[in-house]
């Protein structure tokens, strides 16, 4: 099955049981096969991140919420000049998250105001309800989905992070940019392990510089949907 057409599946299983989402676009032209180098190998398994302070030691509340879902917790930032690496800790990993009850669904969303100043940027955020946080340009979404293979009739797991810019509500508008961790994509921006997610999410893409300083809203969706689960923090780059 062309590439193409494989990817358009994977979006549209992702959308059918993802509640919640507001997704409006499906470009999901690959973006990153003449990425940089990253400067580490990424893996999930935390080690990299085990003696490193944590931007957020929490995010959002503790436990797995309503639907036993999964409760991130320390988020790790770091950046050379070509990207910005997360790692995100994730309890219990999405892979036993999946093996205990196949879904998908969305994970996390960072929001980014890459001017740092609240005056420009959205205005309000639809999600969650009530919230009146503003400034925020643009937004890192991350996803858990499936990919349904209709000629072998399968179903993979799948792993994938967009780039949106906002609009005044906060949600993605039509620019959107994709990154996938999947069996054809060698240089993957986004893979999972046992301790978390780890990303690499490209500088220029985001609008940022080293040496930056920028206000960042993390939201844990991924059993919370309300205003506990966002966490405003700011980031400073290093140069
Ligand atoms: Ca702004």
Redesign the pocket.
């Given at each position: 099955m062309a590439e193409y057409a494989r990817l358009i599946l994977a979006i549209t299983a992702a959308f059918l049981v993802v509640s919640g989402c507001h997704y409006k676009n499906s470009n999901t032209e690959r973006k990153n096969a003449q990425a940089p180098v990253l400067s580490f190998h990424m893996d999930g398994s935390g080690d990299r991140w085990a003696n490193k302070t944590p931007l957020i030691a929490e995010v959002g509340l503790t436990g797995r919420g309503d639907f036993n879902g999964i409760d991130i917790k320390r988020f790790h930032f770091e950046n050379d000049h070509h990207y910005l690496y997360v790692f995100m800790e994730c309890e219990p990993s999405l892979e036993d998250a999946y093996n205990e009850k196949p879904s998908s669904g969305a994970v996390a969303k960072l929001l980014f105001?890459?001017?740092?100043?609240?005056?420009?940027?959205?205005k309000s955020l639809l999600q969650p309800q009530g919230n009146n946080e503003?400034?925020?340009?643009v937004g890192v979404f991350i996803q858990y989905g499936q990919i349904i293979n209709l000629v072998s009739q399968t179903v993979k797991r799948d792993l994938f992070y967009n780039i949106e810019n906002l609009n005044e509500e906060g949600e993605g508008i039509y620019s959107r940019d994709e990154f996938r961790s999947d069996e054809w994509d060698n240089n993957p921006l986004i893979v999972t392990g046992k301790a978390g997610v780890e990303m690499a999410i490209p500088l220029d893409r985001l609008g940022v510089k080293p040496g930056q300083t920028v206000?960042l809203l993390v939201f844990e969706q991924s059993h919370w949907y309300d205003k506990r689960a966002l966490v405003p923090v700011m980031l400073t780059l290093s140069k």
């Open positions: 105001d890459v001017d740092n100043n609240p005056a420009t940027g959205c503003q400034g925020y340009e206000r």
